[in-house]
Structure formats: C-alpha cells, structure tokens
C-alpha cells in the first residue's frame, strides 16, 4: 500500500477489526454464560500472569519493528529489512522460552503465595505454551505491518479468533458440567490453541513476501547493530506497557482482597472483578475496532512521512485518526451510558453488570483517545514522552485504587474514579506534546460538535424504534438491537448530512485518492 493510502487503509483495517471484535464478543459473552463471573474472575487472574510475562518479553518490540521495517523499506534495503526479522524473531522465542521456564519453576508460588489461590495453579502452568508463542505471532505481525502488508496480519487475527471460539465452544459443550475453575482452565487453553492457528497463517505466507525483496544490501548490518536499534525504540514502550500491567496484574489481586475488607465474599469480590473485566471492559474497548486500526496503520506511516519530510501528510494523517477515534467513541460512550442495564441484561443475563457498564462509559472517550495518541506519539518518535504520561496516568490510578476501594464510602467507585483520572490525565499530557511538534488547527465543531449532534439524533431514532417496535411480536432483547442498528444507521446518514463525512469520501476511496 501506498503512503497516500492511509485514510484507505485505516478504514480497511476497521472492517477487519470489526469483525475480529465481533468474533471476540461473542466468545466473551459465550465465556459469561459458560463459566460465570467467578470463572471469568479466576481466567483473568491467570491472564495477568501471561500478561506481565509477554510484556516483558515483547512489550515496544512490535512497534520497534514496524519503524524499522518502514525506514528500511523507504531506502529499498530488503536485505536489512530480512535479518530485522531473523534477529527479532530469535529475540522473541529466546524470551518465550525462559518465560515459560520461570513459570515453570515459580507457578506455584505465584499461585499460593501472590494470590492466596491454589485453585488457580493448574491455570498458570497451561499459560506456558502461549508465554512461547504469543511473542512469535506478535514479531510476525509487527514484520508485516512495516512492510505495509496489511492483509496477512489481519487475516491471521480473524483465523486465530475464530478457531478460539470455535474449539473452545466445543470443550466447553462437551465438558458438561462446568465449574468456575474448570471453565477458567478451558478459557486459558483457548489463547494457546489460537496463537497457533494465527502462526501458521503467518509463517505461511512469509515465502510468497519475502519472494518479492531484492536481497541488495546498502551496508550490512550486525546483529547487535539491529538489537541496539530494536531497544532504543522498544524500551520507553516496554517500561510503560510493563506498569501498565502490572498494574492490572496488582488489581486483581488487590481489588478482591480490599473488596473482602469491606465486608464482600470471596466469592462476591471474585464475581467483581469478573463483570469488570470480562464483561463491563470487552464492551467498553469496542471503539478499539477503531482505534486498534488507526494505531497499527498510522505508526509506519508518520515514520515513513517524518522521515521524508512530509509534514502535510503528517498533519493530515494525524488529523483524520483524531477525528476517526472520536466518531466512533462519542456515540458509543452515549449508548453506554443511557443504555446499560438493557445492554447489560441482554448480552450477559446479569444485570449487576449494567453499573460497571455506565460507571466506564464516562471515561471511554478518553480512553479511546489515549490509545490513539500513543501510536501517534510513537510514530513521531516520541516514545518517551508517551511513556513519561502514562505513568503519570498510571500513578494516579493507583493512587485512587488503594487509597479509595478499601474505604466503605467509595468500595469498587474507587476503581472507576482511577480510570476516568488516568485515561483524562494522559490525554491531555498527550494532547500537549503532540500539538507542540506538529500545529494541526483542529476544527472542534467538525471533530466534536458534529458527532455530539449525530448522536443525539441516533438516541432519537434508537427511542423512536423501540416504540414503533412494540406492535410486533418480536422478542425483547431483538427489539433492543434492531432499534440499535437503526439508531447507528441515523448516526452515520447525520455525519454525511453535517460533513463530518465528506460526501465525496466514498468515490475517492474507490480510487485510491485517500
């Protein structure tokens, strides 16, 4: 793909992350119904063991090689671009391997003596096969993506998701009847079994890229050349990406045990944890589909245009992801907050979940557009500034977490008010470097004032639905989202009516123009 077929790309890459996340919600709301909020509790206490150990192992190295690849690629140096791969690839199954080792040795004592839990043993150990791989398909994706070869990564993520949902519905319908550890054991298998249909994929169709490259070397690289260059990039990320999950791996230890402290069970406290993070936040990260697009595709991107000097496209590339993020977060975060207990009784049978949904609906917009910045930081070579932002947001998130949960006046608010401050925090930290390297004069009534209006009429149609619906013999939770299919289609018909969607924007993407 061309450079000038960013905006093209990006919204390619929507569709494509539309469907995994569809995919991905399925499988969530399959988990909920299967094993329940204290499986789902137990898995995310294992899932952030796994966490911690591919962040360390692998954390900045993706976006370190999408950098690299894209410059080497803008200079035609293939040869480079080859052992980039090589070297990284040696990196990652080197960091899997004595990953999985200390797993290993220590599951034991993370289990008894870290969580207090040793139900959840068996868990840590069957992460061991992902610990080896996930670093593999992470490496492989970052390869592809600096090559501006979208569709094979892409393609991969579809793959592993839908093998997921599939071979875990089948364990989970054939393991009747399920208990909260059994269900959580399931779901833990499930990355594994995924990550390996997604490295077949990639590994595949590495002859038929690498076909393509001429094997011409400008100046041959060592290996440690490479790794110099690969952690002078990936490093500021990895330490941010790192307290960030310790972060999460810390909250759910301690949010169960400040919980208890405040008179909750133990079984209570673990359910919590489990609507927060296995139901509340799934449904939350849905803007993702977008963000998650704009991120991947806008980082080789500004390298490439910083690197050539063409600001234009940098400010228009920058431009259209802050525009994107906030189209798809303001109307989402408004259905989130007027409409949780439907949302939360009609896709998990639990409506306790429907609070969580509206307490993390005030901040997803900041949130949204913290992901975005990152990648924009990171594409502007400003790593460490991102980084410097994120543990500022991440301290105040603490802070909140530990000195608010355990007090009876806040209980579980105290999280909520830690992630609305965090995800405020670093977007306003990100908002100031971002405007002091590149001046975008932002038109707000475009970027905000238009969706706000949009959405306010997508409540309208949403309303209007639900009561023209009430004459037909359809069941609740189908008039429910049928009024939300027709509440989306108003909201994008009033973006092409305001021009906050050019209305010539889908005859230049037919062209390539974009």
Same mark, same amino acid.
């Given at each position: ?50 966490? $911690? ?127 909260? $550890? ?147 977060? $303001? ?69 909140? $977490?530990?000195?608010?949960?355990g007090n009876p006046k806040f209980g579980i608010n105290g999280f909520f008010i830690g992630f609305f401050l965090s995800s405020i925090t670093i977007f ?87």
């Open positions: 793909m061309k450079a000038r077929g960013f905006i093209y790309g990006s919204i390619f890459m929507v569709l494509i992350n539309f469907i995994v996340r569809t995919v991905d919600f399925v499988y969530d709301v399959m988990l909920s119904k299967y094993i329940g909020a204290e499986g789902l509790g137990l898995a995310h206490m294992a899932r952030s063991v796994l966490m $911690i150990f591919i962040v360390i192992s692998s954390a900045g190295i993706p976006t370190a090689i999408v950098r690299l690849v894209a410059e080497y690629k803008s200079k035609n140096d293939y040869f480079t671009i080859k052992k980039i791969l090589r070297v990284s690839f040696l990196l990652a199954l080197t960091f899997g391997i004595v990953f999985s080792l200390i797993i290993g040795f220590f599951g034991n004592f993370i289990a008894i003596n870290i969580y207090k839990n040793e139900s959840i043993i068996v868990l840590i150990y069957f992460l061991i096969p992902a610990v080896i791989l996930l670093p593999l398909t992470i490496t492989f994706r970052g390869y592809y993506y600096g090559l501006r070869i979208i569709t094979v990564p892409n393609v991969s993520q579809i793959i592993e998701h839908v093998a997921q949902l599939i071979i875990v519905f089948l364990m989970l319908t054939l393991s009747q009847p399920i208990t909260p $550890i059994k269900g959580a054991l399931i779901a833990i298998c499930g990355i594994s079994i995924g990550e390996v249909f997604d490295l077949i994929w990639l590994t595949s169709m590495l002859k038929k890229t690498n076909k393509r490259m001429m094997n011409i070397p400008y100046r041959k690289k060592s290996a440690f050349e490479i790794l110099k260059q690969l952690f002078s990039i990936s490093a500021p990320i990895a330490l941010a990406d790192v307290i960030g999950v310790l972060l999460r791996f810390a909250n759910s230890i301690f949010i169960p045990r400040k919980l208890m402290d405040i008179g909750y069970s133990y079984r209570e406290a673990v359910s919590t944890l489990g609507r927060i993070s296995g139901m509340a936040m799934p449904l939350i990260a849905l803007t993702f589909i977008v963000t998650g697009a704009v991120v991947t595709n806008i980082v080789p991107n500004l390298s490439e245009n910083m690197a050539t000097k063409r600001y234009h496209k940098v400010k228009r590339d920058i431009t259209f992801a802050f525009k994107m993020t906030l189209l798809a977060a $303001i109307p989402l975060s408004i259905i989130y907050l007027v409409y949780a207990e439907p949302l939360g009784y009609y896709i998990y049978e639990d409506s306790q979940v429907s609070y969580f949904i509206r307490a993390l609906s005030l901040g997803s917009v900041f949130l949204s557009l913290e992901h975005t910045f990152s990648g924009i930081l990171n594409g502007l070579n400003k790593q460490v500034a991102a980084t410097i932002n994120r543990l500022i947001g991440l301290g105040i998130q603490v802070f909140c $977490i530990y000195s608010l949960i306003l930290l990100d908002s100031i470097i971002i405007r002091k390297k590149i001046k975008l004069g932002l038109d707000f009534r475009d970027i905000i004032l238009k969706p706000i209006l949009s959405s306010f009429i997508m409540l309208i149609a949403i309303y209007s639905s639900m009561e023209i619906l009430e004459g037909f013999s359809l069941g609740a939770s189908t008039k429910f989202f049928l009024s939300l299919g027709v509440g989306g289609v108003a909201y994008i018909i009033m973006l092409f009516i305001t021009n906050a969607i050019p209305k010539n924007t889908v005859k230049r993407l037919k062209k390539g123009n974009i």
